[in-house]
Nanobody, 121 residues
């Protein structure tokens, strides 16, 4: 079984910064894409940032230049550095991983439980 556990959410003032972390554990053979998504009540879950196993990143225009995704393959971890936060960044943030598990090998999508980020004065 594979688990993704996020940490680092909380309350921050507009213009502030937060760093989210996510660590995957379990019977992991390899991890392809890792990403962060966010969701507000009644809305769909939207991509915030993604990174593949070569380090190529992708961001929507809404966060480009403010958010930075990185990963540590040795630790099966992904991070999201969020700067210049705005009230509209308020959401539950979810970690995602496209993970190959072993014995037998399978590629599956895994999600963390989510961490709340609130940007408010």
């Amino acid at each position: 079984q594979v688990q993704l556990v996020e940490t680092g959410g909380g309350l921050v003032q507009p213009g502030g910064s937060l760093r989210l972390s996510c660590v995957a554990s379990g019977s992991i053979f390899s991890i392809a894409t890792m990403a962060w998504y966010r969701q507000t009540p009644g809305q769909q879950r939207d991509l915030v940032a993604s990174i593949d196993n070569r380090g190529s990143t992708n961001y929507p225009d809404s966060v480009k230049g403010r958010f930075t995704i990185s990963r540590d393959n040795a630790k099966n971890a992904v991070y999201l550095e969020m700067n210049s936060l705005k009230p509209e960044d308020t959401a539950v943030y979810f970690c995602y991983g496209r993970i190959t598990v072993g014995h037998p090998f399978q590629n599956n999508d895994y999600w963390g439980q989510g961490t709340q980020v609130t940007v408010s004065s």
